[in-house]
């Protein structure tokens, strides 16, 4: 399994980022998907999850209506749209799925909100 995370960068407030996330050796689809984030000092959280087919998708306070997540699963892909982003949303954001042989993460990739 590998999760390999990218889109991350310097973004002004009120901007945008799309992260991706490209996931190999397992059977994607059957598999829901999460992106979650940890900013420095703080545990890391969960912001976004998908279902496996893509048809359903949770959010956590902090981000509804400015995060949206996806999925490609011809192309074996989980996206994360970021709007309006502020300062606050400042970390190193995660790819992740849940297996029965475990967690599995991405490396992650970082996002810095700042003027």
């Known amino acids: 399994v590998q999760l390999v995370e990218s889109g991350g960068g310097l973004v002004q407030p009120g901007g945008s980022l799309r992260l991706s996330c490209a996931a190999s050796g397992f059977t994607f689809s059957t598999y829901a998907m999460t992106w979650h984030r940890q900013a420095p000092g703080k545990e890391r959280e969960l912001v976004a999850a998908?279902?496996?087919?893509?048809?359903?998708?949770n959010y956590a306070d902090s981000v509804k209506g400015r995060f949206t997540i996806s999925r490609d699963n011809p192309k074996n892909t989980v996206y994360l749209q970021m709007n309006s982003l502020k300062p606050e949303d400042t970390a190193v954001y995660y790819c992740?799925?849940?297996?029965?042989?475990?967690?599995?993460w991405g490396q992650g990739t970082q996002v810095t909100v700042s003027s």
């Open positions: 992740h799925t849940l297996m029965i042989s475990g967690h599995y």
């Open positions: 998908i279902s496996g087919v893509g048809g359903s998708t």
